[in-house]
């Protein structure tokens, strides 16, 4: 005969199992890759996106290819590469693909820009791909938006751009480069004539 006692053990042991079936169930529905956002956050928290580059559309725009094969254009945050019809534009987006082209990338970023582009830091097993472009002469510090750094990356930003026009390296072997937007207006006030 069964006691009142072995009858809850035994409906117990059966909501045992009927939760672990569940809780089992529901962790095979959940996706085997890292999930990524391609939503901007909040303004000042940070995100992060790893992917493979896909593309290098100059030298400071490329293509990163998520694990969900969803493509992510990212503009490099502060920093401004030359055009690519600019002098030193083809030299620039060529270092950058020289680095980062077919490799795989973490993007930390926190806004998207008025093209759709995010806007971030690349990464490469560490190593900031952005400030590297400016050390090696392939990108000005882009101080128009250098509110938007860190106070330790703006100085790292512009010490990488004072070293590398004093060794003059890169765009700095012309005496007096044009930066990209000043390039752009002259552009736009010779198609205006």
Known sequence: MRTPLSFSRARASLLL???ALLFAFSCSRQPTHKSTTTQPAAPGVSQTLTGRVVRIADGDTVTVLDATNTQH?????????????????????????DMIFDKDVTVIYDKMDQYGRLVGKILLNGKDVN????????AWHYKEYEREQSPEDRELY????????????????????????????????????
């Open 73 to 97: 254009r990212i503009r490099l945050q502060g920093i401004d590469a030359p055009e690519s019809h600019q002098a030193f534009g083809t030299q620039s987006k060529k270092s950058l693909s």
């Open 131 to 138: 400030l590297e472009q400016v050390k090696a002469g392939m």
């Open 158 to 193: 512009a010490r990488a751009e004072d070293e590398a026009r004093s060794a003059r390296r890169g765009l700095w072997v012309e005496a007096n480069p044009i930066e990209p937007g000043e390039f752009r207006r002259n552009e736009k006030r010779e198609r205006e004539r």
């Open 17 to 19: 199992f009927a939760f």
